[in-house]
């Protein structure tokens, strides 16, 4: 099948995958309002095969050390996926199932299925990594660009995490683990019991961020939007917390934003 644009509709909401700019999410409506910020950079795209900075771009699997592009000087970021154009293998009104095959500069062979499920209140988002070959460290992600106001009313961020990883004067983690701070942030939290978090633009929409991942970051510097990442680590993490896609054992993880209106 093609990577042209499928829209999915359920109720009034709808939602727009682009299969061809990286398998990201370019819109979500709910009664007419816009969620994501509009951009081809933007929307929300799948942080795969691995989320945030991986340091100098470097990484070691095993006694092999492999080099990223550096794509965020002097850091590599956000994987290689959503830079790529994904095939579109099922579609019907309300889901969307994309596949991306991972190559070069990815050092190994393997598949990514998303799978993007609309519901009238919420959007339901699955990965996996899958191989048939060498086993090799991956993580899955993903980072939404939530507008910062809907209708001109501004968005309050609400979570519990149990800490946060200390950021360096890098953006990485030092490995440190310190009380959570107040924001603004570009950091990286853990939830042991799963992500939650929940964005409110008072009287006018509740939307919670779940996923049974441990590990959020949460990005709000930037006036037009702010974002909540759920991920299966933490930034640097092929290097410090890898977690094994095998032949016998894929890498999966799934998120879940769930609306209601006030």
């Known amino acids: 099948m093609s990577n042209e644009p499928i829209t999915l509709t359920a109720g009034d909401a709808e939602a727009t995958v682009l299969p061809g700019n990286g398998g990201r999410i370019g819109g979500l409506r709910v009664g007419g309002t816009e969620l994501l910020r509009q951009g081809e950079r933007y929307g929300c795209?799948?942080?795969?095969?691995?989320?945030?900075?991986?340091?100098?771009?470097?990484?070691s699997d095993g006694a092999v050390v492999h080099q990223m592009p550096l794509n965020s000087p002097p850091h590599a970021i956000h994987g290689t996926a959503r830079d790529a154009a994904w095939r579109t293998a099922r579609v019907t009104a309300d889901e969307?199932?994309?596949?991306?095959?991972?190559?070069?500069?990815w050092p190994y062979p393997g598949r990514v299925t998303q799978v993007v499920a609309l519901a009238e209140d919420a959007l339901t988002l699955s990965m996996s990594v899958e191989t048939y070959e060498s086993s090799f460290p991956a993580?899955?992600?993903?980072?939404?660009?939530?507008?910062?106001?809907?209708?001109?009313?501004?968005?309050?961020?609400?979570?519990?995490?149990a800490w946060q990883e200390e950021r360096g004067d890098d953006h990485l983690p030092t490995g440190n683990r310190v009380e959570p701070k107040p924001g603004p942030w570009d950091d990286c939290f853990g939830m042991p019991d799963g992500v939650d978090v929940t964005l409110t633009w008072p009287g006018r929409l509740e939307l919670r961020v779940t996923s049974r991942e441990q590990w959020a970051v949460v990005y709000d510097e930037q006036e037009a939007a702010v974002c909540v990442e759920p991920q299966t680590g933490p930034p640097n993490g092929l290097n410090t917390l890898p977690r094994l896609v095998t032949p016998l054992e894929p890498l999966e993880a799934t998120a879940t934003w769930a609306w209601r209106r006030l």
Request: proline letters at 10%; charged letters at 20%; glycine letters at 10%.
């Open 96 to 105: 969307a199932v994309i596949t991306y095959d991972l190559v070069d500069p």
């Open 45 to 59: 795209f799948p942080m795969v095969p691995w989320c945030g900075r991986i340091r100098d771009g470097r990484f």
């Open 139 to 161: 993580q899955i992600g993903w980072h939404p660009w939530f507008n910062r106001t809907l209708d001109g009313t501004g968005v309050e961020i609400a979570f519990d995490p």
